[in-house]
C-alpha cells in the first residue's frame, strides 16, 4: 500500500516550529479512515518530515525524507528568501475521477470595413424575443443577452461565455444551450453540448460529447438550434482522395437532452442524419415555423431558404430583391420569419422582409434611414421591434417599429440603459500572488481604490449579509436586520425579525424571496415589502446547525452539521445528501461544489459534482477560521489567515496557488450603487471604487492629504535635522509629527 503526498502550505509550519527532521505523531491518527491498519498508522506518522528542497510534480509520490522544491514556498518579504516549510498531510490514493476544466479567455468580433461582422459571430439563434449576442468591449468574454419589454425598451442581461464554445442560443425550455469545441490531444476536436440555466450568469453544465458522424478532421458544426427537446445541427467537412469537396449535412440529436451521470460518465449523444446541405450555401442559420424547421442562408446568387419535409430539404422561391447577404438579421415573431438589414463588404441593406408558409415572401420596407447592420428583431403586442446593436453615440441607437404586416414603419433613437457598460458586479482581482476584492465584469476587475471607506457599527456580532437594491439585510445572534443603504453616508434601520437563532447564512432569490440558513432551521421569506420581511415558510432543524445555502439550478443548496444537502426550494425536502461533517461553507462553480468541512476526529476540502454530489478531488486541511468562495470560475480558500486558489486534478488531488489576501473580501457581500457591503465582527464595513471625498484615518492616501496613518524615519523628512526616531502622520493627515525625532550624534 502507498501514501500519496499532496503539499499544503497551509497545513505546515515553519522551522523555528520544528527544527531537522523531527518525527511527529499525527493528529487524531485514530480517526483516519485507514487507521485499523496499523502498519499504515506508523508509516503515515514517518511521513512527517521535513520538506524543503527537491522537486514538486502534480500527483507526485513522496517517501519519508523526501524534499520539496523551495520555489513552492512562500518567498521571506525581509531576506527574500524562501521559507521552509513541513508537509503534514497524507492519504491513499484512489483511482482518479475525469474533471471538467473551464478556460474563459477574451474572444473580440472580427471587424471589416469598419462595422461589418463577419458570419460566424454575427448572431445566434433567438427564440421567445430574445437574442445572444457577443459583448464587443475589450472585456470580452460576455454575452449580451436581449429583451424587448413594453413600449420598446430593450432589457440587457449577462451572461459567461467559454473561450472554446461556438456560440450560445435560448431555447423555448428557458434555458440557454452551447456547443464547446474542445481541442483534443491526439489532435481534432470534440464537440460538447452545454447547458445554462435562464437564472445563471454563466455556469455551463457538461450535458456530454455529441459524436462526430464521420472521421474527417475536418469536421466543424456550422449553425444549431435547441426546440426545448431535440438539437438540430448543419455540419462541414471536407472529403475526397484527389481535391477536397465540401460536404454539408443536416443532422437532429434526439431529445431531450439532460443531464443525466451514470457510473460517473456523461452521455454520448448521436446525431441522427436528416438531410444533405447544398455545399455552396454559407451563413446558415436555422428556424422553426410551427412544427416545421428551416434552413436560411446565401450563396453567390443570392438568399436561399429551404423547409425541411423527410429526409429532404425543400427549396422555396426566393426573391430576386433579397440580394447576397453575406450578414443578415433574421428572427421568428408570431409565426412569420423576419428579415433585416446586413449586407456584404460592398452593399448595406436597409430594407425588411417577411416570409410566412401561407405567403411566402414579402418585402414590408425599403430605403430605410437607420443603421441596419447588425439588428435586434422582436416583436410584441402587435408591434415588430428592430434595433441597432451599434450605438450612434454612447448609448444612442437606431430603432424602426411597424405592425407585424409592414404598417406604421417609424425611424427613431432609444436609449439602451445598459449598453456601453459591462454588468458590473463584485469580483476579487486575482493577479497569481494577490488577490483582493473589487467591482468589475468577466475578465477584468478594477480592486477597491477605497477599500474599508466606511463602517457601520451594529452592536453585536454580523454573520452574514445579503441585500436587495437598496436594502441591506444583516444576520445577527438572533435576528435578521432590514436597512436601507439609499444613502452611502448612513444605513437607516427599518425593522428587525427575530429568529431567536443564529443567522450563519442569508440568500436572495428572484420573485421577492429570501432564504436564511440559522443555527435552528430554514427561513423562507417575502422581500416585496421593502421595510420588513414578511416569513412564508419555516424548517425546523433542531440540534442541526445550518450554515450555508445557496440557490443553484432552481433547488436549494445546504451546509449543515451532517453535511450538504440539496432541497427542494419550496417545501425542501431533500432531494440528495452527503453525511461527512458539518459543512461550514462550500462555492458552486462550473457545475462543480467546493465544500469544507469537519468532523470530531478530522476535516477536510472536497471538490464534487454539483448535481451528484459525486467525489471528485479532496485534501485534509484543518482551518480554525476560513472563508471559501468562487470568482471567474475558480475555488478560493481563507485557512488561518492563508489564502489559496484551488482546483481539482484528475489524479483526486487538490492543486494550490497561494496568494496574499483579505478573508473579510472572500465573505458574502451585497453591492449597491458602486458601494460593496462586507460584514467584519460587529460592523458592516463599505468599500468603492467611486470617487470620494478624502476621509483622514482610514488609512489610504487620498487627494489632499500628505499621509493617513502610516509613519516614517525622521531621517527620511530631513536627514540634516534627524538621524533617529519615528515620525507618525498627525490627526488631520497634513503632515508628520516630528516630535519624537532627535539626533543620536555621530
Known amino acids: 500500500m502507498e501514501l500519496y503526498w499532496n503539499w499544503r502550505d497551509d497545513m505546515v509550519y515553519d522551522d523555528a516550529d520544528y527544527a531537522g527532521s523531527k518525527v511527529e505523531t499525527p493528529r487524531n491518527i485514530s480517526g483516519f479512515p485507514w487507521a485499523e491498519d496499523s502498519a499504515v498508522a506508523w508509516e503515515l506518522n514517518d511521513f512527517y518530515v521535513v520538506l524543503s528542497s527537491g522537486v514538486k510534480g502534480p500527483g507526485a509520490i513522496y517517501q519519508s525524507n523526501n524534499v520539496i522544491n523551495p520555489e513552492f514556498f512562500r518567498i521571506d518579504v525581509t531576506t527574500g528568501q524562501p521559507v521552509p516549510r513541513f508537509a503534514r498531510t497524507a492519504r491513499l490514493q484512489y483511482d482518479p475521477i475525469p474533471l471538467t476544466y473551464y478556460n474563459f479567455s477574451v474572444r473580440d468580433i472580427p471587424l471589416k470595413e469598419d462595422k461589418y461582422i463577419i458570419d460566424q459571430y454575427h448572431y445566434f439563434e433567438k427564440r421567445l424575443s430574445e437574442l445572444v449576442v457577443d459583448k464587443r468591449e475589450a472585456e470580452g468574454a460576455l454575452i449580451q ?227 441596419l447592420y447588425k439588428v435586434f428583431i422582436a416583436g410584441t403586442d402587435g408591434i415588430l421591434y428592430l434595433t441597432s446593436q451599434i450605438p450612434i453615440s454612447g448609448n444612442i441607437v437606431d430603432q424602426i417599429t411597424m405592425t407585424y404586416d409592414g404598417g406604421s414603419v417609424s425611424v427613431g433613437k432609444i436609449t439602451l440603459a445598459d449598453f456601453s457598460s459591462t454588468a458590473h458586479e463584485y469580483c476579487l482581482y486575482d493577479d497569481g500572488a494577490l488577490l483582493k476584492g473589487g467591482i468589475g465584469s468577466y475578465e477584468t476587475c478594477q480592486p477597491f481604490t477605497h477599500p474599508w471607506y466606511k463602517s457601520f457599527s451594529i452592536g453585536t456580532t454580523v454573520y452574514s449579509v445579503a441585500g436587495k437594491g437598496d436594502r441591506l439585510y444583516v444576520g445577527t445572534n438572533s435576528t435578521i436586520r432590514v436597512y436601507d443603504i439609499s444613502d452611502p453616508n448612513a444605513m437607516v434601520l427599518k425593522s428587525t425579525f427575530t429568529t431567536n437563532r443564529r443567522v450563519y447564512d442569508l440568500e436572495v432569490a428572484e420573485g421577492d424571496i429570501m432564504y436564511a440558513a440559522t443555527s435552528g432551521g430554514i427561513y423562507k421569506f417575502n422581500t416585496a415589502n421593502p421595510n420588513a420581511l414578511s416569513q412564508l415558510s419555516f424548517y425546523s432543524t433542531p440540534y442541526n446547525y445550518q450554515y450555508r445555502i445557496q440557490l443553484y439550478n432552481d433547488k436549494l443548496y445546504v451546509g449543515d452539521d451532517n453535511g450538504i444537502n440539496i432541497r427542494n426550494k419550496d417545501n425542501f425536502a431533500r432531494l440528495a445528501y452527503v453525511n461527512i461533517g458539518s459543512a461550514f461553507d462550500f462555492a458552486i462553480a462550473n457545475g462543480e461544489l467546493a465544500m469544507y468541512w469537519d468532523s470530531f476526529w478530522y476535516s477536510g476540502l472536497d471538490i464534487r459534482d454539483a448535481d451528484t454530489l459525486t467525489r471528485k478531488a479532496w485534501e485534509n486541511p484543518y482551518c480554525s477560521t476560513g472563508e471559501l468562495t468562487t470568482d471567474h470560475g475558480a475555488f478560493y480558500l481563507s485557512c488561518d489567515g492563508y489564502e489559496y486558489r484551488f482546483a481539482g486534478l484528475p489524479n483526486t488531488y487538490l492543486d494550490f496557488f497561494e496568494l496574499n489576501g483579505d478573508m473579510r473580501e472572500m465573505a458574502e457581500n451585497h453591492l449597491y450603487n458602486g458601494w460593496v457591503y462586507i460584514p467584519d465582527g460587529n460592523k458592516v464595513k463599505v468599500s468603492t471604487n467611486n470617487d470620494v471625498p478624502a476621509v483622514c484615518g482610514n488609512g489610504i492616501l487620498e487627494p489632499g492629504e500628505v499621509c493617513d496613518g502610516d509613519s516614517v524615519y525622521c531621517e527620511d523628512i530631513d536627514p540634516v535635522q534627524w538621524n533617529a526616531g519615528t515620525a507618525y502622520c498627525n490627526s488631520t493627515c497634513t503632515g508628520y509629527d516630528t516630535g519624537d525625532c532627535y539626533w543620536s550624534g555621530c
Open 145 to 371: 443577452k436581449w429583451k424587448v419589454s413594453t413600449g420598446g425598451n430593450i432589457d440587457i442581461t449577462y451572461k459567461r461565455k467559454s473561450s472554446s464554445m461556438l456560440a450560445m442560443v435560448p431555447s423555448i425550455d428557458g434555458n440557454d444551450y452551447g456547443i464547446e469545441k474542445r481541442p483534443l490531444v491526439e489532435g481534432g476536436a470534440a464537440y460538447h453540448l452545454v447547458r445554462s440555466l435562464s437564472s445563471s450568469f454563466g455556469d455551463w453544465q457538461d450535458l456530454g460529447e455529441i459524436t462526430v458522424p464521420n472521421n474527417e478532421t475536418s469536421f466543424e458544426i456550422e449553425a444549431y438550434y435547441h426546440d426545448g427537446q431535440d438539437l438540430y445541427v448543419t455540419t462541414k467537412y471536407l472529403t475526397g482522395n484527389v481535391a477536397s469537396v465540401t460536404v454539408k449535412e443536416l443532422y437532429r440529436v434526439p431529445g431531450p437532452i439532460i443531464l443525466i451521470c451514470e457510473g460517473g460518465f456523461l452521455p454520448v449523444h448521436t446525431p441522427i442524419k436528416l438531410a444533405d446541405v447544398s455545399p455552396d450555401m454559407e451563413h446558415i442559420t436555422i428556424h422553426a415555423l410551427g412544427e416545421k424547421k428551416y434552413l436560411l442562408g446565401s450563396d453567390s446568387t443570392g438568399m436561399k431558404l429551404y423547409e425541411l419535409t423527410g429526409t429532404e430539404l425543400i427549396a422555396i422561391s426566393t426573391p430576386t430583391g433579397i440580394g447576397v447577404r453575406d450578414f443578415y438579421n433574421a428572427a421568428v415573431v408570431d409565426g412569420a420569419l423576419y428579415l433585416a438589414g446586413g449586407g456584404n463588404p460592398s452593399t448595406e441593406y436597409k430594407d425588411v422582409w417577411k416570409y410566412s408558409s401561407s405567403q411566402g415572401w414579402q418585402q414590408l420596407a425599403s430605403g430605410l434611414n437607420a443603421d
